[in-house]
């Protein structure tokens, strides 16, 4: 994950991302350096546009939780039901 910050360093200090660059980070952070881990991301950004990349992270954290909020309608209307079934019983019970 921390090459992943060196990356985002790098690109805001508008330098060129590649594996050296990365490697001068890291050491300049007293972090460990994992070559592999270095490779794998300078490969994976490769031809990425990370400011538009970023405003799409951005924009779909901003959104609300579709799952979260058809949990909540869906918990809502359960206990709806729960109400109303409750009060029929209720009802039953009076005239039973």
């Known amino acids: 994950m921390i090459e992943v910050y060196a990356a ?3 690109h805001e200090a508008k ?3 590649n594996e050296e660059n990365i490697k001068r980070v ?3 952070a007293g972090a460990s350096i994992e070559d592999a881990k270095i490779k794998a991301l300078v490969a994976a950004l490769e031809g990425i ?3 538009e990349a970023l405003k799409q992270a951005i924009s779909i954290q901003a959104q609300p ?9 869906k918990k809502e209307e359960e206990e709806e039901k729960k109400r109303a079934e409750e009060a ?3 009802l039953s019970a009076l005239f039973g």
């Open 15 to 17: 330098k060129e991302i």
């Open 49 to 51: 546009n990370i400011d």
């Open 88 to 90: 029929v019983a209720g």
């Open 8 to 10: 985002l360093m790098l």
């Open 26 to 28: 890291l050491e300049a």
């Open 65 to 73: 939780s579709v799952v979260g909020e058809k949990k909540e309608e």
